[in-house]
């Protein structure tokens, strides 16, 4: 049997931030305590960003409160700001998750500031988390490519990935925002990632419209990660990541790994429902999506 592979459950978070139908705290809440049922050790909920620029998780506070608290799991948010992170701490958020860009366009685009000043703005958040004790997560996005300034220097990557771990990040999630990357572009970049970071403190977060995530994945684990971040029923996408497609789909991450050998401690079956249910949420606006 091989090590544990540990799969991060994207789907309230980064699968309905892109919906074009805002759906109900109440919906949100029931996808959660399905996917907290599943086995999966860390759930991410909500994000607390600016209810402007995505509205679709406005309400992260009402979810954060109602949720099953399940033993075991841990419910991380996505937070840009320390507003946001006040915010994550009131609503007494397990983990949080800052994210960064290795491309300056994306960064402009999702965050409205450049990569240098969105270090900065994140030290605040690192140091009320260390003060708080609560563990924070990072993201490094468009670690293949943007959809703005095109191909992303491996270099590039590197070095915000190290930035994060200055801040205290425990772990780096690797975004393939666009989801159009190769295993090739994939090794590379993690060729110049891996100079300066374990694998074993690396995520893989790949995002499917070109359909290599899996392929993705499977170089991520000859490379020797062993933590990727995926949704259920591939649902999702960036609002400002025009064009891409979700996370890769759990259930099919899930059924690889098994088949490879390598123990997920999840529950396939209550995966298969959760997803059936997180797409029953979201195919009213599926016809939508851009
Ligand atoms: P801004 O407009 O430049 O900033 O936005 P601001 O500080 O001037 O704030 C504007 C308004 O937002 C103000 O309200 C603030 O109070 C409010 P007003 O005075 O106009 O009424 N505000 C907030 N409200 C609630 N919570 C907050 C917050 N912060 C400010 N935390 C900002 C800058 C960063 C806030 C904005 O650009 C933003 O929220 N961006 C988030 C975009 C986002 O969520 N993108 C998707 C997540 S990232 C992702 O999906 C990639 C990932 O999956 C990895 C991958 O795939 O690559 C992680
Ligand atoms: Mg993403």
């Known amino acids: 049997m091989g090590d544990f592979v540990e799969i991060v459950e994207m789907a309230a978070r ?59 799991v841990r419910f991380s948010v996505l937070v840009p700001n320390i507003k946001g992170y006040e915010a994550a701490r009131a609503a007494r958020a397990d983990e949080v998750a800052i994210f960064v860009s290795a491309s300056e366009g994306f960064s402009r685009a999702n965050i409205n500031c450049s990569i240098a000043e969105s270090l900065h703005r994140l030290e605040s958040v690192a140091e009320a988390a260390r003060a708080d004790g609560i563990p924070m997560r990072g993201y490094v996005s468009c670690v293949v490519a943007c959809p703005y300034d095109g191909p992303t220097p491996p270099a590039a990557v590197a070095d915000v990935t190290e930035r994060l771990f200055a801040l205290g990040c425990h772990e780096v999630s690797l975004g393939d925002t666009i989801g159009r990357a190769t295993p090739d572009e994939i090794a590379a970049m993690l060729d110049a990632v891996l100079a300066r970071a374990p694998a074993q403190k690396l995520a893989g977060h790949f995002h499917d419209t070109g359909g290599r995530a899996l392929d993705n994945i499977r170089t991520s684990l000859d490379m020797g990660l062993r933590v990727f971040d995926a949704s259920v029923g591939g649902l999702g996408g960036c609002p400002y990541a025009p064009g891409a497609r979700g996370n890769v789909d759990t259930l099919a991450v899930a059924r690889m790994l098994e088949a490879m050998a390598y123990p997920t401690g999840l529950d396939l079956d209550l995966l298969a429902d959760a997803a059936d249910f997180a797409r029953d949420l979201v195919r009213m606006s599926e016809g939508n999506r851009p």
């Open 14 to 72: 980064d699968g309905l931030q892109n919906e074009k139908r805002i759906i109900p705290a109440a919906e949100k809440i029931a996808l959660i305590d399905r996917l907290s049922a599943c086995g999966f050790r860390r759930v991410e909920a909500t994000s607390f960003v600016s209810p402007k620029w995505v509205p679709q998780l406005a309400d992260g506070a009402e979810v954060m409160a109602a949720i099953v608290r399940r033993p075991g």
